[in-house]
């Protein structure tokens, strides 16, 4: 069979398709059958009655109205029908994975453990993922980004929804911004946090507060380097913050974001204090829950080579000391890889979230109220064996006086 060339499209009238006796209704009218089927011709269709000369690559794909299909019919190359398949199953399994996030509620994916159920934890009424990273990692850009796979759905022009720093003369983000994920559900919310300050006593301090008594929309964020007129600009611009009083939300799960231009920028390099901090921080026990560590997310992918994220990553494995299956390479470009990096990366971190989730005091108090008896009992016990001890002895010395005064 002649192959179509690459450029030229193979998807053919809706009303047509592939003729499987092409070929030999080809031969036969080349040696005297009756109508013009040769390689340069076309048979009159009913909804054509066009009869233009067709080239030669053409040959082998006649077509043939049934009159019933209205969809376009695919001509059966292996190449372009694997092509096809390719981006069909590619639509489907980003379509589901979509409808995954889209669907999820706390508690959703909670796994049961110790004859465990759903109804037996705490379950917050949104799961909260908390962004953290260095000032120009690209938290906010990764906000819109993570907007953008479901607005394409929803919404096709909707504004972007972060503010992003276009130069290192903005202030970036300076309040606590809380995004739902989609726009307006309540399974999920990321909050995107100020530029850690590169000074890790403070920010440790930071940290600890967030982890520990939770985060609210419109939170002013300062650090001890900032003077006098800074905080007090700040203030200003979150006036209307201070009249509203938001919901402090519990972070379930952290997102440790970082800038792979400024990664590939040390390897080599003698200046590792961006490699330092990166791994001070994230080592940082309060970001982790349990032994569950932040899931890292790699941005500006897209001003980087396919070899050089690669070595971003590799050296992130090595550094933080986690697989690179927690790593996830989300790049500013709009395409299908990332839109999938971006939904394995939520699933990813809603998943370990749920890992972590407190259960009920009832429940806990049903579980190990048996055992809790059973050791209490093995304790007293085992204070009434040290009692008994603690009487002979008392009593043994008693004698020993009693004997010594008569010897006196």
Known sequence: MTTLPRHLPVILHPQTRRNPKSRDLSKKSMGGGSGDLSPTGIPASPSSSSSDSLPREFADYVPVSDGDSEGGCICDDPEVEALLYGSQFQHRSLREAKDLIR???????????????????????????????????????????????????????????????????????SFIREYKIPRNSNGICICDTRSLSRNPEKDFKMLQRWMTKGVSHGEMVTWDTDDDTKIKNLKSMGRQYS?????TRKVNFVIFVVDGVSILRSI??????????????????????????????VTHGDRLSLQQRSQVQNELAETLAIPPQQIFDIPGSDDYETDIAVLDMLRYCIQHAEQNFSMKLKNLVEMHGRETITEMMARLMGLDAVMDATIVFLCAVALLLRVSDNLL
């Open 103 to 173: 669907r999820y509620k706390p508690g959703y994916w909670i796994e049961g453990v110790g004859n465990t159920k759903g109804g037996d934890y705490l379950l917050p009424e949104t799961t909260t993922l908390l962004l953290v990273g260095p000032r120009g990692a690209g938290k906010s850009t990764l906000v819109n980004r993570i907007t953008r796979v479901f607005d394409k759905d929803d919404d096709p022009f909707a504004p972007e929804r972060a503010q992003v720093s276009y130069n290192s003369k903005s202030n970036g983000t």
């Open 243 to 247: 009249f509203l009083p938001y919901k």
């Open 268 to 297: 080599g390099s003698d200046k590792k204090g961006y490699m330092d901090m990166l791994r001070e921080t994230f080592m940082n026990p309060f970001l982790s829950f349990g032994d569950d560590k932040p899931a890292v997310v």
